[in-house]
C-alpha cells in the first residue's frame, strides 16, 4: 500500500509510465530494449530478470522448495504456491463488474475482461493472428517453428506445451485424478470430467444453426454439419458409395470384410 502513496517519480522516456523506484524503472526498461542479460549455462536461454533466471534454474535442478500446508504439493515459485492455495480455500477475490464472473488470480481476470473489450494486443509476426495472452500468443508460435520442447521421460515422445506433455504422463501411469461427485467415475483429465457431467445435467451448449438440434460435444455437432451439405467426402473404394463421415465408411467397410459389426 505504500506503493500506492508514494510519487512515482521515475519515469519511463519511451512509454512515460511511472515508478516508485529506480529499480523498477531499469527493469521496465528491459521490455523496451529487448536486452536478457541472465543467461543460463545449461541451456542458453536468457532472461531479462534475475527472478525470472533463478526460477528458470529450478527448472534443470528440479528443485520445489515451497510446500503447500494442506496437500503438501510442491511447487518452485512462491506465486505458484500463492494461487494454487486458492484452489483450497476456493476464494475468488477478482470480480469482473460487467458479468459478475470472480477469479483467483489476477491474470486469470485480466485475461477474462478482454473477452468484453475484444482487444487482442499480442500479433504473430509470422502470420499476424492476434491473441489476448502473451501465452497463447508464445503456443500459437510453436507451429511455426515445429518446436517441442518437453519430452516424455519414459518413452520420449516430444510436445510443443508442458501441458500435453503432463497429460500424455497419465497414460504410462494409468492415473485418473479428476473424479465425478456424482457416479465417482474418473478421469485423467479435467475436461473429461467437465464433459461427462453434460450426461448427468443433460447440458448440450452446443446447437446447430440449421436445424437447432442439441449437442453435448462440439466433435458431435461438427459431424452433424456434415449431414446438411451435399457434399460426400468418404468414397468407399469398393462399391463407390459416398459417406459424409469417416465413422460411417470404416463401419461400411465392415460389409466388404469377414467382420460382421452386428457381432460388435
Not at 39 to 65: D, I, Q, R, W, Y
Not at 117 to 127: E, L
Not at 222 to 242: F, G, R
Amino acid at each position: 500500500m505504500m506503493n500506492h502513496k508514494r510519487k512515482k517519480s521515475h519515469r519511463c522516456l519511451v512509454c512515460a509510465k511511472g515508478f516508485c523506484h529506480v529499480g523498477n524503472l531499469n527493469r521496465h526498461m528491459l521490455t523496451h530494449t529487448g536486452e536478457k542479460p541472465h543467461l543460463c549455462n545449461v541451456c542458453g536461454k536468457s532472461f531479462s530478470t534475475v527472478g525470472n533466471f533463478n526460477a528458470h534454474m529450478l527448472t534443470h535442478t528440479g528443485e520445489k522448495p515451497y510446500r503447500c500446508n494442506v496437500c503438501e504439493k510442491m511447487f518452485r515459485q512462491v506465486g505458484h504456491l500463492k494461487r494454487h492455495a486458492l484452489s483450497h480455500t476456493g476464494e475468488k477475490p477478482h470480480l469482473c463488474n460487467v458479468c459478475g464472473k470472480s477469479f483467483s488470480t489476477v491474470g486469470n481476470f485480466n485475461a477474462h475482461m478482454l473477452t468484453h473489450t475484444g482487444k487482442k494486443p499480442f500479433r504473430c509476426d509470422v502470420c499476424e493472428k492476434m491473441f489476448r495472452q502473451v501465452g497463447h500468443l508464445k503456443r500459437h508460435l510453436l507451429t511455426h517453428t515445429g518446436e517441442k520442447p518437453h519430452r516424455c521421460v519414459v518413452c520420449e515422445k516430444q510436445f510443443s506445451e508442458v501441458g500435453d506433455l503432463k497429460k500424455h504422463m497419465l497414460t504410462h501411469t494409468g492415473e485418473k485424478p479428476h473424479r465425478c461427485n456424482v457416479c465417482n467415475k474418473s478421469f485423467g483429465q479435467k475436461v473429461g470430467v467437465k464433459m461427462h457431467m453434460r450426461i448427468h445435467t443433460d447440458e448440450k451448449p452446443h446447437h446447430c444453426y440449421v436445424c437447432e438440434k442439441r449437442f453435448r460435444q462440439v466433435g458431435h455437432l461438427k459431424s452433424h454439419m456434415i449431414t446438411h451439405t451435399v457434399d460426400k467426402l468418404y468414397p468407399c473404394n469398393v462399391c463407390e458409395q459416398e459417406f459424409s463421415r469417416m465413422g460411417t465408411i470404416k463401419i461400411h467397410m465392415l460389409t466388404h470384410s469377414k467382420e460382421n459389426p452386428r457381432q460388435y
